[in-house]
């Protein structure tokens, strides 16, 4: 079953990468911030990354800072088209479905929902 994670990462100024796995590799979005349950938040589409970030925290290679794993677990693809991409993902902060929409270039924009919670 394919993976996404959430990372912490401070080079060049700090910020959050979020990888979802595809084919053998990692697509990758670097964000200001997580968007609020029912809201969106611009994304900047990065180059692919290896699996291997998938679990890793510590220093990342060539002096760009360092990495630290916030979320992470299972995704099940729902649409994947060159312009928008959904998901349902499976984590500890992030448990729901993500959309990301192509704006233009490498901007996107990223919209969370939260998975219903039972009451009580």
Do not use: C, K
Not at 27 to 56: I, Q, T
Not at 99 to 118: F, I, K, N, Q
């Amino acid at each position: 079953m394919p993976r996404f994670a959430l990372l912490e990462h401070d080079h060049p100024s700090a910020h959050l990468d979020l990888l979802l796995e595809d084919g053998g590799v990692l697509l990758a979005w670097r964000l200001g911030a997580l968007p609020p349950d029912g809201g969106s938040v611009p994304a900047v589409r990065n180059f692919d990354h290896r699996l291997v970030y998938l679990d890793y925290e510590g220093p990342v290679s060539g002096g760009r800072g360092s990495v630290r794993r916030l979320d992470g677990g299972e995704l099940v693809w729902l649409e994947r088209t060159p312009r928008r991409l959904a998901a349902q993902v499976s984590g500890r902060t992030l448990d729901g479905r993500l959309e990301l929409t192509h704006v233009e270039g490498d901007e996107w924009r990223l919209t969370y929902v939260s998975a219903a919670r039972p009451a009580g």
